[in-house]
């Protein structure tokens, strides 16, 4: 394995740790999937792991440090490196401006950064 194809498959872990966890932590899930577990594991032990991202990238990134470890040293390592990169992927994604399809939110009866037409509509 050369290095680029190492660095490529440890880039591809490390998104694919990042969208599980996301899944699994911030999202209902397709047909509403994940938020019935969520909802089905409670406050308890379980449901507290799946309010936490950083907590559940540990548990997420586990299978994936197995595609890149060739020894229990190098897994360890990956672990906590793709674990690592997730974080700091939602870190990154936190402060993301909204898709330009979501509704904006403003405040009710705050406009007053709105201009009002007093001559009719714009022609």
Do not use: K, Y
Request: glycine share 10%; net charge negative; with cysteine.
């Amino acid at each position: 394995m050369t290095l680029l194809d190492s660095w490529l498959t440890f880039a591809l872990a490390a998104l694919a740790t990042w969208r599980v966890t996301h899944l699994l932590a911030e999202e209902d899930g397709p047909g509403a999937l994940v938020l019935r577990l969520r909802m089905r594991l409670g406050a308890g032990g379980l449901g507290a792991l799946m309010d936490c991202f950083q907590c559940l990238s540990l548990w997420v990134a586990m299978p994936f440090a197995l595609a890149l470890a060739h020894s229990v040293a190098g897994w360890v390592l990956a672990w906590l490196a793709l674990s690592g990169a997730a974080c700091l992927l939602e870190r990154i994604g936190a402060g993301r401006p909204p898709w330009p399809g979501d509704p904006l939110n403003f405040p009710e009866n705050n406009h007053e950064l709105l201009r009002t037409r007093t001559d009719g509509p714009e022609s």
